[in-house]
């Protein structure tokens, strides 16, 4: 400071300034800040810094003062199907291959409509955001309508360009797929908070012909690759009787294991498939609480872990988990973790934290704007309140927000910096009239 310069400075306008008793930023890994500010300005964050420091150097439009609370990053679901929340409950207690061709495709062949996905989306998009999650990456038909919720909602989100063999409402052929698909593409590529990802739904549902032209448009668009990819044995045992290789092994062939794929579920890979991930750079989305569900089997997350390939947590839809809630994932992962590998040591409350914020985002390559509280990033952040009785006493932030509090704990919600939970309620809920519509929805699935 030069000699000339006032000893005491004007404060720095800014929207917003945050004052949290803890912050998790998730970078620098492991850490836990008491009593600092998050500073954000134009929806992004501007800076962090204990917040006496805070008080001094901002002057800010809104303050608002979380003690007791701890701030982090938004949650990332990295596996939705969004619009299957109108579904949720409807067929229980079924292995996959059942659920699906008894009780969820006639469901979807019946009412898999816009108006569907309208209602279903928009319901899904409500329960994460009150649950923390900011981002989520989403494979559905209908996927216009799926835009629509998140707009109205002001969610952050990944839209995938469904593919899959057979016809639907949606579309009636692979071409018609992939036609709306870069129609949609095409009218809504440069929205602020979305992002595409290619969605092949999943090896046994699409050709090779399918995977090769999924390969070329990822390629030509720099797009992530959203598939279903080993989640059940049956899976692989009838590639192996139809195209005399695994899943994993034919879709590598065809081009479609690389870094921008993100393989979903991954229950079943052999110690050489592990490897081949790690070389390829892929990316896991782990959907424990589905897995678990539909019986599917657990996946082997430390050897994944230990092999350095990048996992994120997903839910999948709401008819097979019942819930859209990234706490569950990430408690069910920490404790599989350890009975996997017989390790209690094993995934830590900061490394299971780290998947479900910033490895989600790096796999759908936003890590660059969403995933950790790092200055430049977007404000996209969600507040954990640990001050009641039930969450006392309280000696680590990130061990409680692991194994002891839920999403009934996240009381506000921003995303882009736009408050969309404030103290515990949803900004505007009521604009919505959700109950007339959702009542509509259960007399006919009911009726099926
Ligand atoms: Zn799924």
């Not at 059942?98 to 062949?109: D, G, H, S, V, Y």
Request: aromatic fraction near 6%; glycine fraction near 6%.
């Amino acid at each position: 400071m030069s000699s000339i310069e006032p000893a005491i400075q004007t404060p720095v306008a800014v929207d917003l300034c945050i004052d949290a008793e803890w912050i998790i930023p998730i970078e620098p890994a492991g850490s836990v800040l008491r009593d600092h500010t998050l500073v954000v300005s134009h929806g992004r964050i501007a800076d962090l810094l204990p917040t006496t420091a805070a008080n001094e150097r901002y002057q800010p439009v809104e303050r608002r003062d979380l003690g007791g609370h701890v701030l982090l990053p938004g949650l990332v679901n990295l596996h939705t199907h969004a619009a299957m929340s109108l579904l949720r409950g409807f067929a229980d207690d079924l292995p996959l291959e059942r659920w699906l061709q008894e009780k969820i495709w006639p469901a979807e062949a019946r009412y898999g409509t816009a108006e569907f996905v309208s209602m279903g989306s928009l319901l899904a998009c409500l329960e994460m955001i009150s649950g923390g999650v900011t981002c989520f990456n989403d494979m559905y038909f209908f996927p216009e309508q799926t835009i629509e919720a998140a707009a109205a909602t002001g969610i952050r989100a990944a839209i995938g360009i469904i593919v899959i063999d057979f016809p639907t409402v949606y579309a009636q052929n692979t071409a018609e797929y992939f036609e709306k698909g870069a129609a949609l593409y095409a009218k809504h590529s440069s929205a602020p908070l979305l992002s595409f990802c290619l969605a092949p739904h999943a090896p046994y549902s699409v050709s090779d012909e399918g995977f090769r032209q999924v390969v070329s448009l990822a390629t030509q668009h720099d797009l992530p690759i959203h598939v279903h990819l080993h989640e059940t044995r049956r899976e692989i045992e009838e590639s192996l009787a139809l195209h005399g290789g695994t899943p994993l092994n034919r879709l590598d062939h065809l081009g479609a294991i690389s870094d921008r794929t993100i393989a979903v579920h991954g229950v079943y890979f052999t110690d050489e498939e592990m490897s081949l991930l790690a070389e390829r750079q892929t990316s896991v989305a782990h959907c424990p609480v589905s897995n678990l569900k539909l019986a599917s089997g657990i996946a082997n997350i430390p050897a994944i872990s230990s092999r350095e390939i990048n996992w994120g947590l997903g839910t999948d839809g709401a008819a097979s988990n019942n819930r859209l809630d990234i706490w569950q994932e990430l408690r069910q992962a920490a404790l599989l973790a350890k009975v996997t590998a017989n390790n209690a040591g094993s995934l830590n409350a900061h490394e299971v934290l780290r998947a479900a914020t910033l490895s989600g985002a790096k796999a759908l390559k936003l890590d660059h704007e969403i995933g950790s509280l790092s200055i430049g990033k977007s404000a996209d952040l969600c507040a954990v309140k640990l001050s009641q009785w039930i969450n006392q006493p309280c000696f680590d932030p990130a061990s409680h927000l692991v194994y002891v509090t839920g999403r009934e704990d996240v009381t506000d919600v921003w995303i882009a910096g736009k408050c969309r939970k404030n103290a515990g309620q949803i900004v505007d809920l009521s604009r919505f009239e959700l109950l007339p519509q959702l009542e509509l929805w259960h007399t006919r699935l009911i009726s099926l």
